[in-house]
């Protein structure tokens, strides 16, 4: 949504208007735990049509990552690890998922001041439909 209110022309999976992937494209998934059925799937459809791919992950050493072409690690705790001594009272992935939000956040503000994209224009760029 944030890269849309940039300006980039993307799109969502899943969505009926999403346009096929190609040469040129980059998709973005995350991955927490390394390994989601659905995610790896969208990654070597990505890959065969030319795609670049990038993976947010907790876990690194994960198949999905390494289906990647890029990979960006969030050191949070995830399902997979979320009992024991020492860890966040959070339930299950919430841990990583707000710190992802809040990741994905900060790199819209870098970007946009990369871009020399002024607050106003993203407001803009904001629907109208609510």
Known sequence: MR???????????????TPPLG?????????GPG??????????????AGARTLCVTAQPD???????????TIPAQIMADDSGP????LPMGSLFEGAQFVLFEIMVLKLRDRLGIDPEKMRRNHTNLE
């Open 23 to 31: 040469e040129g494209d980059l998709l973005i998934v995350s991955a």
């Open 35 to 48: 390994y989601l059925s659905r995610v790896q799937s969208l990654l070597e459809t990505a890959s065969a």
């Open 86 to 89: 020492g860890l966040s009272i």
């Open 3 to 17: 890269l849309f209110h940039l300006g980039l022309q993307v799109s969502v999976v899943g969505d009926m208007t």
């Open 62 to 72: 994960g198949r999905c990552p390494h289906s990647a072409d890029h990979v960006l």
